[in-house]
């Protein structure tokens, strides 16, 4: 149990173009996700926190308008990277935390297999 | 705040040989740990983690850690390494309420040598 699926693993993108990202959690319901990025051989820096409906909240110095964030259910999240640029080629990495019901809440992430982006 | 210290960026044992991978945290409120393995361009994978219940945790593939409030550390080792544990592993701390943010050290590179 516990699947994050993350589409696509690897895609190779134009300068200027923009590029889709999906996070699906496959066998639970999560409402918040978030998004990583990670560069080669450093740990994982938290770009946003998606919670489901509402906006996404950036941490500071992540552009709003270039990492483009959508939550529209409870199992999907996506990440457009707007007119990508080289500087932008990453690996990045969503997260899922599972809606929980009861007393208590818990902060376990299940982790998507990333997608590498490579912007020529 | 949290902030979370991988004290070795890399690990080198030999297969059969113990593993030890060090792990200090600071956090202001009671925190929640986790150990987080990634092979070579894959997602994170839980092994273990540690939310104020036994400070002895186990995980996944034989892992193990405890929780010591004392030394503010949290630890990971395993008896007898396997070629298959090679991998990044990351010690992440988080609060256990509100807010849900994981921080993340920044690794430790776990080599097996044959």
């Known amino acids: 149990g516990a699947v994050v699926s993350q589409h696509p693993s690897w895609v190779i993108c134009k300068s200027g173009t923009s590029v889709k990202i999906e996070c699906r959690s496959l066998?639970?319901?999560?409402?918040?996700m978030f998004w990583y990025r990670q560069f080669p051989k450093q740990s994982l820096m938290l770009m946003a926190t998606?919670?489901?409906?509402?906006?996404?909240?950036?941490e500071q110095g992540v552009e709003k308008d270039k990492f483009l964030i959508n939550h529209a259910s409870l199992t999907l999240s996506t990440l457009t990277v707007t007119s990508a640029h080289p500087e932008d080629s990453s690996f990045y990495i969503c997260s899922a935390r599972p809606l929980t019901s009861g007393r208590g809440r818990s902060n376990i992430q299940y982790f998507g297999a990333g997608t590498r982006l490579s912007v020529l | 705040a949290q902030s979370v210290t991988q004290l070795d960026s890399h690990v080198s044992v030999s297969e059969g040989t113990p593993v030890l991978l060090r792990c200090n945290y600071s956090s202001s409120y009671s925190p929640s740990l986790f150990w987080y393995v990634q092979h070579p361009n894959k997602g994170l994978q839980l092994l273990l983690k540690?939310?104020?219940?036994?400070?002895l945790v186990k995980g996944i593939n034989g892992f193990e850690a405890e929780f010591k409030k004392s030394e503010t550390s949290f630890h990971l080792t395993k008896p007898s390494a396997h070629m298959s544990d090679a991998a990044e592993y990351f010690c992440v701390v988080s609060v256990s309420f509100g807010n849900e943010k994981l921080t993340f050290g920044t690794g430790t590179r776990l080599t097996i040598i044959p």
């Open positions: 540690y939310t104020s219940a036994a400070t």
């Open positions: 998606s919670n489901e409906g509402s906006k996404a909240t950036y």
């Open positions: 066998d639970f319901q999560a409402t918040t």
